[in-house]
């Protein structure tokens, strides 16, 4: 069989075989096989990827400084006022994306998150923000790095092409969480 005719329209694939045989040189098969847009991914996806994540970095990494600076109490006004502003910005992004669908598992993520954030007053109180943030931070790599090396919540498993190199990094950023929670002479 050659391939005689592929086509590709809107994330769906045409593609037209012919039969060399005598018999049946009249007989065509069509194939239409459905891409998935989040599998295509292009050098345009990954810059844009590395722009939000940047900007992300910058925004995460200031968010708690009021905390360090200002008196908050308990820390239960400063979470209200966090999340609602969180939701707001939710909420203009939302209709800015022309209402996409919603998932209501996502909920569940953002309750624990919620839940896990009410410990921020005191964290940064008692331990610090540099410190605190580290743990935070090295805790999500590790949780996002096995949930894709080791397929939790539903994941597909993702072998690296270099397993050392893999593991180095782990590694280090588990190291870095011990560095810095060395006491300072």
């Known amino acids: 069989v050659n391939a005689s005719e592929i086509h ?16 049946s040189a009249q007989n065509h098969t069509t194939s239409i096989v459905t891409l998935n847009p989040a599998e295509n991914t292009t050098d345009t996806n990954l810059i844009e990827g590395f722009i939000a994540a940047g900007i992300a970095v910058v925004f995460f990494g200031s968010n708690f400084v009021p905390v360090k600076k200002f008196k908050t109490g308990d820390g239960l006004f400063f979470q209200w ?30 309750f624990l998150w ?4 009410i410990t921020v007053v005191p964290i940064i109180k008692t331990i610090g923000l540099g410190l605190g943030l580290c743990i935070w931070g ?6 996002g790095w ?35 929670g060395l006491p300072q002479y």
């Open 8 to 23: 590709n329209d809107d994330n769906v694939l045409y593609f037209v075989a012919k039969s060399n045989s005598s018999t």
């Open 81 to 110: 006022v966090f999340v609602s502003a969180i939701w707001i910005v939710g909420l203009v992004v939302n209709l800015v994306r022309h209402n996409p669908t919603f998932y209501p598992l996502s909920m569940l993520g953002g």
């Open 114 to 117: 919620a839940t896990g954030n």
């Open 138 to 143: 090295s805790l999500n790599l590790l949780t």
């Open 146 to 180: 096995a949930s894709g090396r080791f397929g939790w919540f539903g994941i597909g498993i993702e072998v690296p092409n270099n397993l050392l190199l893999n593991y180095l990094g782990v590694g280090l950023a588990v190291c870095s969480v011990k560095s810095m």
